[in-house]
């Protein structure tokens, strides 16, 4: 009537053979930094659509140039994503504005230059941390696999010195092992989902910035035009 107790969970892990255990203890750290980067790319991308969405209704409010660049370089809080491609763009402008050598093509492509260093900086920082959530999606099925077959394989054998094989005999073996395949599955799943997800909001915001450089760029290039 010991079945019930032998077969809960705690003891199958703990009479897991070692390589298995080392398997289960390598998806469970795999599955708490997961997590732990899905709660901060989660956090990051809000506030970046958040900033974006603001940042572009002042944009288009008609507020001044100069008067949103002060406001954006005033310090009184971090800027990032879009206001960040901006302050870089209309920053390298007025620097180049300044030098009265250059014409208005040599202006501007300094200025997307700026803009674009700036967009790609944005974009790694949204991006760091999706490549191992790709990793853990996909390799981790295959890691508790592996655990899995050791596992079985570790159960056939101890029936070797059994005279007379039961289910009894075999069970806990094939249940410690397919615990391994359960926690492979635990990790990969929220990792893909979670990818997918929000490779899926970076690529929106991606599509915005890219956008937004263009008609920014227009902007400035009307106010770089010599005039009469």
Known sequence: MNVSQDLSFLTLVLNASVLVQGVM????????KSWLTI??????????????????EDFWSGTDLATLYQRTTSGRQPIMGMEKIFEAGFREFLKLKRQNRLDNAAIMEGTRRAMKAAYQRELDYLEAGLA??????????YIG???TVWGIMNAFRGLSNVVQATLAHVAPGIAEALIATAMGLFAAIPAVLAYNRYAHDIDRLATRFESFIEEFSNIL???AAPTA
């Open 145 to 147: 696999l592996f655990g």
């Open 221 to 223: 290039q009307r106010q």
């Open 39 to 56: 709660f901060q790319k989660m956090f990051a991308i809000r506030a970046a659509v958040k900033n974006t969405d603001r940042f572009e």
């Open 132 to 141: 191992f959530l790709a990793s853990v999606g996909s390799v981790s099925p």
């Open 25 to 32: 203890a390598l998806l469970l750290l795999a599955s708490l």
